[in-house]
């Protein structure tokens, strides 16, 4: 099994940056991919960006060239480094790791942008 933790949420102006951490434990040498993933009030929750074993990344269009994702293998840890924060990015932030056949969750994080 897999157990994720997530931290670095916040309360942030518009145009300001945070960086979300989640760190892995368990059977991590099994995970394919990681991910992150956000859920607003009253929305479906989805895709932010991901990161493959193999460091191959991709990202919504309404977040490419604002944020990175990117790994610590030596830490078990996945980032997710968001600039030029929008008020539409205020949402709970979910990791997610996938090991074949299944799926992982963090509990999510908070990230408020104000306006």
């Known amino acids: 099994q897999v157990q994720l933790v997530e931290s670095g949420g916040g309360l942030v102006q518009a145009g300001g940056s945070l960086r979300l951490s989640c760190a892995a434990s368990?059977?991590?040498?099994?995970?394919?991919?990681m991910g992150w993933f956000r859920q607003a009030p009253g929305k479906q929750r989805e895709l932010v960006a991901t990161i493959t074993s193999g460091g191959r990344t991709n990202y919504r269009d309404s977040v490419k060239g604002r944020f990175t994702i990117s790994r610590d293998s030596a830490k078990n840890t996945v980032y997710l480094q968001m600039n030029s924060l929008k008020p539409e990015d205020t949402a709970v932030y979910f990791c997610?790791?996938?090991?074949?056949?299944?799926?992982?969750w963090g509990q999510g994080t908070q990230v408020t942008v104000s306006s």
């Open positions: 368990g059977s991590t040498f099994s995970i394919n991919t």
């Open positions: 997610n790791a996938y090991s074949i056949p299944n799926y992982y």
